[in-house]
């Protein structure tokens, strides 16, 4: 016979597993959708597969390492939907994936040896290390000293 505990502890068990193999799959899939929006988004350009790799793994890390949530990044996401939120706070028109794609594209951007090779579009573009912007050694746009020989 089965008891009401069995039904709520098999319940738990699967919402538990179902969550795991969840998180699992969304981080490969995310990679998968950042690898595929670079090449999509940049198509231009020759790109580093091997780098491409490397920043999804690193932005994939980075968006699932994030701390606890701040008030302004709850008010952000719960608070998106209400009307007074987007008109004083979204002027550029955008949608929340827009917004994403953006984002991505341009951290790769600044992460990678474009801006250090002066955005020249014919030189493979490398991914170098992934930027973040509070930490004051990392400038994309400085140029590499170049010592006379």
Known sequence: ???RRRVL???I???????LAGWGVG???LKAEIVALLKRRLD???LDEKGVQTFATDKVDAIFNKKIPTWNRLRYHFGAQLPSYSRYYRTDGLSRTARFEEGVVQLYLLSSSFFING??????????GYFDPTHPCQNPFAKPV???T
């Not at 068990?13 to 969550?19: E, F, K, L, N, Q």
């Not at 955005?119 to 170098?128: M, N, P, R, T």
Request: net charge neutral; hydrophobic share 50%; no cysteine.
């Open 9 to 11: 502890v098999g319940g």
């Open 119 to 128: 955005a020249d579009e014919s030189k493979l573009v490398e991914y170098v």
């Open 27 to 29: 981080r490969v899939g």
């Open 146 to 148: 170049i010592l006379p």
């Open 1 to 3: 016979m089965i008891s």
């Open 44 to 46: 231009f350009l020759k």
């Open 13 to 19: 068990g699967v919402v538990g597993a179902v969550g």
